[in-house]
Each structure stands twice: as structure tokens, then as C-alpha cells.
């Protein structure tokens, strides 16, 4: 045994040795000289009793990099961004451990090492990426490489693949993401670190958002209040781009889209590279285009549904030693055209629109933008500190300004036959927001983080139409969220406090009249994480969470055309209050991979649009009408996916959701819930052909809708349509020229060009939802890559 134990401790002691010897040294004098790098911190403790270990080796697996750990356990290396490495982790009288790390920025990993005989020692790989493993709810990770199968599409269009998301549809050119039955105000984006503001209000307000932006993409389902503030009540997205590099030459991608069905033209060019006479300091640009024209189902063309838009944005970033700054600026510019049969001049032309099935004007394609239509401007300015403090944690202080402009044209013509030149009405939102907070390094068993922040919005309403009067708000927050983990079992528990002050001047009485109102409550989570081994762990998380009216929601009072509809607020509105469960079960091997998750909602004080018996007839035309009331509502459901490697060569994944909403005041079922829906997708690896063309993959994907048969009876102006099936084909690959490899996806949506109308379109009412399309994606590297 003593032969054994002095053999042992020779190779450990050789090992580190060897290491000093040869050269070995920390990161950030080796990999931060040829690629950009983020910091990798934590703190290695004994499982069993929670103790800091000391003179940890962690090696960076086929690399001569690694440090160890000190008299704290405390460690830190500086690795490639965007980069996944294997990371061993090795200690006398402890079994080995090997963890797969993404990092796409600083962060600190809590690692603990199982004793055992010293002859005995065995290594444990962890496969699982840390942003899944480590939640005690349900979210999924979208990389680069699953975003590039669908750039070019409207940023919601990206997230439909996430079992649980769906889209709510105004037209083929405006959507918004759906999580689990709730949208808009109930669901925070975050956009290079600032929660997205641009009037997300409406049911036709898409996100301002560059498709081509993201470099990364997390979509947390489920209620998120503590970390995100009330808003966050029913998911959060968090939407990464592309970080400035902090080493290399000029390098960029062109990326080249066409889309058959409406004729869309994408493109989008980025570049970056860094200063020389300036260490540390990189910078990036990119530009995006995209025009389409009218869109067409199988049967017809849908007038007037064409868009154009262009983006850009720039990013510099500097990192000295500890510190690093981020400065961030995008601009977001699209005009989208409204389907001109949703815009009706009289009752009778309503029902009887209805009921025809078709457009009753139907024209020749074209890429013109004719009325009605939106015209939006959205500019975001972001700002971002880090300082990685190594005996404390990381400090992290985020400012961020918007200005979302919005412009809103009627088909109306009034005193001539040329369109109108003059917004319906407009609405000017600029925001300040600021946040700041601490992650701490773990002490004994216990980690996380804390902070506070502040939002401040002032909206102007810029022509004589009125939809929602001018206001100002301010919201401010403070937030604690802790973990408690040992052995196979992690705790986590939070609280936030909100409170937001509103100041409205609404039209009453057909004079402008100052209304305050203000709002406070307490949000709070508590989670578990219970690996039972490698592959299989669940995760339960109960949470309380709540969200105030909204202005539009208190106060809208006319003719929202982007949706077509007349909207009534109700200035007597309540906050809406909801507890959530959520159950996750997730396992994951080299074949498998699955997650499923079941949840429950309850939302007492349920704020929605409910459809009014009669149509609102206005100089413009006639009109759905909608009020907002409240209910207490339950929204109960699942999602999930699961994938199994049948063969080297194939792979079969199926994913699906079912949500369930029930209106309890009513006792009925909810309004506008998404119908249940399931996918099957067989995924092929194709071989190479030699050095030419390699990485290539076939997808087959059956999607099947059901028809939404839970709806409240004889109060919608028609009844849910009927399910759907479609069949999509996907193929990608990668074709070498002069050593250059050139990402090419051909995509046919919709193969058997089959008619359909989604429950969650705006305009099913009217017209079926866009026929066949095929795609054609490029991607082009250039520089020094």
C-alpha cells in the first residue's frame, strides 16, 4: 500500500513539476495572444465535506496549458471564448475529473472532487453543457451552428425549433415568440445584456432585433422574475452577439439568403479584427439587407405583405489584466407591409370576408409597400463593465439606452385616391436602464449572486391619431439568488422587490387628463438540482412572480393597425399575481439526449384581450373589436424532446408541447391558446466526398399541428381552424475552396405546398398562412480566420 501511495504521489509530483519545468503557465499568457479569452474562475472543495482543496492540478485536455489551485482552492485560467475544451481536473487521494466547458464569457464553475484509494483513482466526464445542467428549470441553448441553419428569417421564425415556443403571426413578415400560452409583456428579451424595450406591447410588435445578430441564443421557459424583474413572468431570451475579438488580424463572413416563396433577398457582412498599437482592444461591424415582396399561398397571392429592412451595428471591447469594458450600438430600420383584406370598410364587408375565405382583391407580385403598414426605428446603446475580482468574485455594472420609434399607416383614404403620406399614429419610447451586480465566489457551499437595478421610460406620441396617451414610468429592483450544492444535490433560493410609478395622460372625455398609478410586490424562487449520476438529473422549480398592467392595457382607446382590431384598456386593471412549478427531467448520454419538462401556472388577476360581440365601425373602416379584462387563469402543459443515434449515420429526434388554459372566472377555456403540436425529425450524416465536400446532413422534419379545440364557445369572430401537417427537407454542408470552407444549406419548407391557416395567425380570419418556399443560405469566410 505504501509502495502504491509513494508511486502515486511521484507521477502527481512529476506532473506538476513537469509542468513548471517545461513551461507551463496560465492562460492568459498563452491562448489570450491568439484568440479572444474569457476568465474561467472557482473554487475545487472536498464533495463530502465541503472543504477547499489545496494544489489542485486542472489541465486543459491536448493543450500545455493549466494552473492549480491555492490555500483557498481558489483557481482561474483564461480560455478561448466561444470555445468548448476539455478541462481535467486531478488530485492525490481524489478520483479525476474531466469536464466539457462552453465559455462564451466570464464565468465561475464550483468543482468537487470525491475522495478515494490513491491505487484506485478513476476519471468522471461530465458531458452536459453548464448553462443546462446547472438550471432548475427548463431552457435550451441555440449555438452559432443551429442559428446559421435559419438566418435571414425573422428573429421568432429562429426560435421555433425550441420545443415550448411558438409564434404569433400578423402576416408573413411580422411574428413574435409565444412561450408556453403567454408573449409580449410577459416575456423578457435581453439584447447584449439590456432587457429589449420597443412598444413589445402589441400583438404585432415584433422584436427589433437583426436576425443575422445573435451568436447565441438562451430561451429560459418559464417564469424568471428574481434575476429579470416582473416583466420576466413568463420566460426570458437572452440574445447574445458576436463579442469584439481581442487578438488577430481583420477577418468577417459574408452570409447571401434567398427565399423562393416571396421573392426575399438576404445579406449580411461582418466584419472585426483589433488596434495593434493598442493591447487588448478589438472591434467588430456588421451590416444586414433584407427585401421581400408579397408572399403567396398555394392559392393566391397576399397582396401588400412585402418588407425591407436594414441593420447594423458596432462593437468595441478592451480587456486589461482584471478588467474589461464592452461598448455596444445597433440600429434596427424596417418598413413591413400590412395585408391589405384585414383593413375593412363596413360590417357587412367584414362577415362577409369572413366567410368568402379569399382575398376578395387579389394583384400580381410585387416588392411595393403600399398601405397599410408600420415603419420602426430602433437604436440601442449598450455599455458594459466587468471586473473579476480574484479574491471575491465579479462585479458587473450594465447600462443600456433605447429610442423605438414607431409609425403606424391606415389604408384609409380620405380626401384623395393616392395613400396616405401621414402616420395614423406614432410613438416615440426612449429608455434608461442600469444594472448592477456581484457574483460572488463560492464560500463553504454556498454561491450566487446579487444586484439592483433601474428603468426609467418616457413615450411621446407623435401625430393627432391616438391609440395610447404619453406617459412616464420608472422601475426600480433588488434581487438575491444563492446556491447551496454538496454532493449530487443543489438548493437554490432568491427574492427579488419591484416597484414601478406610472404617470399617463389618457384621453378622457375628449380632454387629456394626468393619471398616476404605482405598483409594488416581492417575487420569489426556490429550486432543486438532484443528479442521479453522469447522464440523468431532475430539476423542480417553484416560483411567485408578478407583472402591473401595462399602459396599453390601462388605456388604449382606438384603431391598432397593425393588428387590424379596435382596442379598449381598462383603467381599473390589477396586478396580475402567478405561482409556478416546474418539473424538469433531463438525460444525456453519447447516443441520448432528452428533456422533459411539465408545469403549472397560476395567474390570478389574468389580463387579455377578449373579443367584443360587435365589430367597431370608424371613418376607417369596420373593425374586430377587443377589450381588456382580467380573470384568474391556470396554464398547465408539457415540452420536451428527445434524440436517439440509432447508427453512426442516423439520428431520430422527436419534440412536442401541449398547453392548457383555463379561463376559472369563466369556467371555459382560455382565449388564443397554441394547439398542441408534435415533431419528428430524421437526421442523416451524410459521407464526404473526399476533402471537397464534408460535414454534410439531410433532415426530414414532419410537423403536425392539431386543431385547437379548447376555445371559449360563440365570442370569436370565427372558430379555430382545422390542424395541419407539413413536411420540410434541410440539407447542409461545407464545401472547401482554396482551403476555405464555404457553409451552404438548401432548405424546402412546406414540400407538398399544402394550404393551412395556424390558430395564432392574426389573419386567419381572412387568408391561409404563406405556401411552399425554398431556401438557399451562404456563408462566406474571409481573413484571417
Known amino acids: 500500500m505504501r509502495i502504491v501511495q509513494c508511486r502515486h504521489a511521484v507521477v502527481w509530483v512529476g506532473l506538476t513539476l513537469g509542468c513548471i519545468l517545461s513551461g507551463w503557465q496560465p492562460l492568459q499568457a498563452g491562448i489570450a495572444e491568439q484568440d479572444e479569452t474569457a476568465i474561467l474562475s472557482g473554487v475545487v472543495q472536498d464533495a463530502e465535506s465541503g472543504e477547499p482543496i489545496v494544489g489542485v492540478v486542472l489541465a486543459v485536455k491536448d493543450s500545455p496549458y493549466g494552473t492549480t489551485t491555492d490555500k483557498d482552492g481558489y483557481f482561474r485560467l483564461d480560455l478561448k471564448m466561444q470555445n468548448e475544451f476539455s478541462l481535467q481536473v486531478t488530485m492525490l487521494g481524489y478520483n479525476s475529473l474531466e469536464r466539457q466547458i462552453f465559455l462564451d464569457g466570464d464565468s465561475v464553475v464550483n468543482l468537487k472532487l470525491k475522495s478515494a484509494p490513491v491505487e484506485g483513482s478513476e476519471v468522471t466526464v461530465e458531458d452536459e453543457r453548464d448553462v443546462v445542467r446547472e438550471s432548475t428549470q427548463s431552457i435550451t441553448v441555440l449555438d452559432e451552428v443551429q442559428l446559421q441553419r435559419t438566418r435571414g428569417q425573422t428573429f421568432s421564425e429562429t426560435l421555433k425549433e425550441v420545443p415550448g415556443v411558438t409564434v404569433l403571426q400578423t402576416g408573413p413578415s411580422i411574428a413574435k415568440p409565444v412561450i408556453r400560452g403567454l408573449h409580449s409583456d410577459r416575456i423578457v428579451i435581453v439584447n447584449a445584456g439590456v432587457q429589449q424595450e420597443g412598444q413589445q406591447w402589441g400583438s404585432e410588435h415584433a422584436p427589433a432585433l437583426d436576425p443575422f445578430e445573435a451568436a447565441r441564443i438562451e430561451v429560459l421557459r418559464g417564469a424568471a422574475g428574481v434575476q429579470y424583474g416582473s416583466k420576466a413572468i413568463g420566460g426570458v431570451i437572452r440574445v447574445s452577439p458576436q463579442e469584439a475579438p481581442e487578438s488577430g488580424g481583420v477577418r468577417g463572413n459574408l452570409n447571401l439568403n434567398g427565399f423562393s416563396n416571396n421573392r426575399h433577398g438576404a445579406s449580411a457582412l461582418s466584419l472585426q479584427g483589433t488596434v495593434p498599437q493598442i493591447a487588448g482592444l478589438g472591434w467588430r461591424v456588421q451590416g444586414s439587407l433584407r427585401k421581400a415582396g408579397d408572399s403567396s399561398a398555394p392559392d393566391y397571392v397576399l397582396s401588400n405583405t412585402g418588407f425591407a429592412e436594414q441593420?447594423?451595428?458596432?462593437?468595441?471591447?478592451?480587456?486589461?489584466?482584471?478588467?474589461?469594458?464592452?461598448?455596444?450600438?445597433?440600429?434596427?430600420?424596417?418598413?413591413?407591409?400590412?395585408?391589405?383584406?384585414?383593413?375593412?370598410?363596413?360590417?357587412?364587408?367584414?362577415?362577409?370576408?369572413?366567410?368568402?375565405?379569399?382575398?376578395?382583391?387579389?394583384?400580381?407580385?410585387?416588392?411595393?409597400?403600399?398601405?397599410?403598414?408600420?415603419?420602426i426605428r430602433h437604436v440601442l446603446a449598450s455599455l458594459n463593465y466587468k471586473w473579476q475580482i480574484p479574491t471575491a468574485g465579479v462585479l458587473e455594472v450594465q447600462y443600456g439606452w433605447?429610442?423605438?420609434?414607431?409609425?403606424?399607416f391606415d389604408s384609409h383614404r380620405r380626401f384623395s385616391s393616392e395613400p396616405?403620406?401621414?402616420?395614423?399614429?406614432?410613438?416615440?419610447?426612449?429608455?434608461h436602464s442600469v444594472e448592477s451586480s456581484f457574483k460572488h465566489l463560492p464560500w463553504k457551499n454556498i454561491y450566487g449572486k446579487f444586484g439592483v437595478s433601474a428603468i426609467r421610460q418616457g413615450n411621446v406620441k407623435q401625430t393627432t391619431g391616438y391609440l395610447i396617451p404619453n406617459f412616464r414610468s420608472y422601475d426600480v429592483g433588488a434581487f438575491l439568488i444563492e446556491r447551496w450544492s454538496a454532493r449530487?444535490?443543489?438548493?437554490?433560493?432568491?427574492?427579488?422587490?419591484?416597484?414601478?410609478?406610472?404617470?399617463?395622460?389618457?384621453?378622457?372625455?375628449?380632454?387629456?387628463?394626468?393619471?398616476?398609478?404605482?405598483?409594488s410586490n416581492v417575487s420569489g424562487v426556490l429550486g432543486m438540482i438532484y443528479a442521479f449520476?453522469?447522464?440523468?438529473?431532475?430539476?423542480?422549480?417553484?416560483?411567485?412572480?408578478?407583472?402591473?398592467?401595462?399602459?396599453?392595457?390601462?388605456?388604449?382607446?382606438?384603431?391598432?393597425?397593425?393588428?387590424?382590431?379596435?382596442?379598449?384598456?381598462?383603467?381599473?386593471?390589477?396586478?396580475?399575481?402567478?405561482v409556478t412549478a416546474d418539473l424538469t427531467l433531463n438525460y444525456e448520454t453519447d447516443a441520448a439526449h432528452a428533456q422533459l419538462s411539465f408545469y403549472r401556472n397560476q395567474m390570478n388577476d389574468y389580463i387579455y384581450l377578449f373579443p367584443e360581440a360587435d365589430p367597431v365601425l370608424t371613418i376607417r373602416g369596420a373593425f374586430p373589436a377587443f377589450?381588456?379584462?382580467?380573470?384568474?387563469?391556470?396554464?398547465?402543459?408539457?415540452?420536451?424532446?428527445?434524440?436517439?443515434?440509432?447508427?453512426?449515420?442516423?439520428?431520430?429526434?422527436?419534440?412536442?408541447?401541449?398547453?392548457?388554459?383555463?379561463?376559472?372566472?369563466?369556467?371555459?377555456?382560455?382565449?388564443?391558446?397554441?394547439?398542441?403540436?408534435?415533431?419528428?425529425?430524421?437526421?442523416?450524416?451524410?459521407?464526404?466526398?473526399?476533402?471537397?465536400?464534408?460535414?454534410?446532413?439531410?433532415?426530414?422534419?414532419?410537423?403536425?399541428?392539431?386543431?385547437?379545440?379548447?376555445?371559449?364557445?360563440?365570442?370569436?369572430?370565427?372558430?379555430?381552424?382545422?390542424?395541419?401537417?407539413?413536411?420540410?427537407?434541410?440539407?447542409?454542408?461545407?464545401?472547401?475552396?482554396?482551403?476555405?470552407?464555404l457553409n451552404i444549406s438548401f432548405s424546402v419548407q412546406n414540400i407538398f405546398n399544402s394550404s393551412y391557416r395556424d390558430y395564432l395567425s392574426r389573419f386567419r380570419y381572412y387568408v391561409d398562412d404563406p405556401g411552399r418556399t425554398i431556401i438557399l443560405r451562404l456563408q462566406i469566410p474571409f481573413g484571417s480566420h
Do not use: C
Open 533 to 578: 449520476d453522469e447522464s440523468f438529473s431532475f430539476g423542480i422549480n417553484l416560483g411567485s412572480g408578478w407583472r402591473a398592467p401595462g399602459v396599453n392595457e390601462l388605456y388604449s382607446d382606438g384603431v391598432h393597425h397593425g393588428s387590424a382590431q379596435f382596442e379598449l384598456g381598462n383603467a381599473d386593471l390589477q396586478t396580475e399575481k402567478s
Open 402 to 408: 433605447q429610442k423605438n420609434n414607431r409609425q403606424e
Open 627 to 741: 377589450s381588456y379584462q382580467q380573470t384568474d387563469a391556470r396554464l398547465t402543459g408539457f415540452d420536451g424532446f428527445a434524440e436517439y443515434q440509432f447508427l453512426s449515420w442516423y439520428r431520430l429526434g422527436v419534440s412536442g408541447s401541449l398547453v392548457r388554459g383555463d379561463d376559472q372566472g369563466r369556467n371555459e377555456p382560455l382565449i388564443f391558446m397554441p394547439a398542441d403540436r408534435f415533431k419528428l425529425t430524421h437526421q442523416f450524416h451524410l459521407p464526404d466526398a473526399g476533402r471537397l465536400w464534408t460535414e454534410n446532413h439531410l433532415h426530414l422534419t414532419t410537423q403536425m399541428v392539431a386543431r385547437q379545440d379548447r376555445f371559449p364557445e360563440g365570442i370569436d369572430y370565427a372558430d379555430p381552424p382545422a390542424g395541419y401537417t407539413l413536411w420540410h427537407l434541410d440539407f447542409d454542408g461545407q464545401l472547401s475552396i482554396a482551403e476555405r470552407p
Open 488 to 519: 449530487k444535490l443543489t438548493l437554490e433560493f432568491g427574492g427579488r422587490f419591484d416597484y414601478r410609478w406610472i404617470k399617463a395622460f389618457p384621453l378622457i372625455d375628449r380632454l387629456f387628463q394626468e393619471r398616476r398609478h404605482s405598483y
Open 311 to 375: 441593420n447594423g451595428s458596432v462593437t468595441l471591447g478592451l480587456k486589461r489584466q482584471d478588467h474589461r469594458f464592452t461598448g455596444y450600438l445597433s440600429l434596427f430600420s424596417t418598413d413591413l407591409a400590412i395585408f391589405r383584406g384585414s383593413h375593412i370598410g363596413n360590417l357587412s364587408d367584414l362577415q362577409r370576408a369572413i366567410e368568402r375565405g379569399r382575398p376578395a382583391f387579389e394583384r400580381e407580385f410585387t416588392y411595393e409597400i403600399d398601405t397599410p403598414k408600420q415603419s
Open 420 to 431: 396616405p403620406t401621414e402616420a395614423a399614429f406614432a410613438l416615440e419610447l426612449t429608455s
